[in-house]
């Protein structure tokens, strides 16, 4: 079956700009996670969800960054007034449920803010 | 502190030979999960193995192996007869809490494999 989709697969974007990024899960995954990985670092946890609801937000930095699930499939991660910090792959999983389930990746959207 | 601590940045390994991928973790959990992924030069993170904490036989799967000890809170992953496509980014998570119940991982920064042929 299809595996976790993320568009685009690459942003340029101005410092100040609003962007917003999209994952699609596995079907029929209830949880959905957000991570960001900089140049060099592992995967960084922002936040995730168990159905439509944020279960945990607490990886993200500030309140700058928003996300939604509202129908409990697709998601969507939003960023107000990007700064040049923000540059990043930010990353997309999905599981089966939240509890012991292993997270499957999508391939990533690069993020670039000049 | 880090809570994952992968202290290989590099390694290189001869074509079909085996190679020790190490991971160190700090957690205060009784019940935890620990993964291993893989990350080409593509960028997707690509699951390879998982071990319970309370499993008591070490997880393998095809020429993965992960070498779990657990009083060492070690977790390295053994690739065994490495291939030329076995060059990439490796890294080592754990997601905490009761069964793993916590959602997130945790993930250390990672080692770079290279394969020599």
């Known amino acids: 079956g299809a595996g976790v989709s993320q568009t685009p697969s690459n942003k340029v974007t101005e410092k100040g700009k609003y962007v917003e990024l999209r994952c699609d899960p596995i079907?029929?995954?209830?949880?959905l996670y957000w991570y960001r990985q900089s140049l060099g670092q592992g995967p960084e946890f922002l936040i995730y969800f168990q159905g439509t609801g944020a279960a945990d937000d607490s990886g993200l930095p500030n309140d700058r960054f928003f996300a939604v699930r509202p129908e409990g499939s697709v998601s969507t991660l939003k960023i107000q007034r990007t700064e040049r910090g923000d540059s990043a792959v930010y990353l997309c999983?999905?599981?089966?449920?939240?509890?012991?389930?292993?997270?499957?990746f999508g391939p990533g959207t690069r993020l670039l803010v000049l | 502190a880090q809570k994952i601590t992968q202290t290989q940045p590099g390694m290189f390994v001869q074509e079909k030979e085996a190679v020790t991928l190490d991971c160190t973790y700090d957690?205060?959990?009784?019940?935890?999960?620990l993964f291993w992924y893989k990350q080409p030069s593509s960028g997707e993170m690509i699951f390879l193995i998982y071990?319970?904490?309370?499993?008591?036989q070490n997880a393998t799967e095809g020429r993965y192996s992960l070498n779990f000890q657990k009083a060492r809170k070690s977790a390295n992953l053994v690739i065994s007869a490495s291939q030329l496509g076995d060059s990439a980014m490796y890294f080592c998570?754990?997601?905490?809490?009761?069964?793993?119940?916590?959602?997130?991982?945790?993930f250390g920064k990672g080692t770079k494999l290279s394969v020599k042929p």
């Open positions: 071990q319970g904490s309370y499993d008591e």
């Open positions: 998570a754990m997601r905490e809490g009761p069964g793993g119940s916590q959602g997130n991982l945790i």
């Open positions: 999983a999905s599981s089966f449920s939240a509890s012991k389930e292993t997270q499957y």
């Open positions: 957690t205060s959990d009784q019940s935890y999960g």
């Open positions: 079907s029929g995954h209830t949880a």
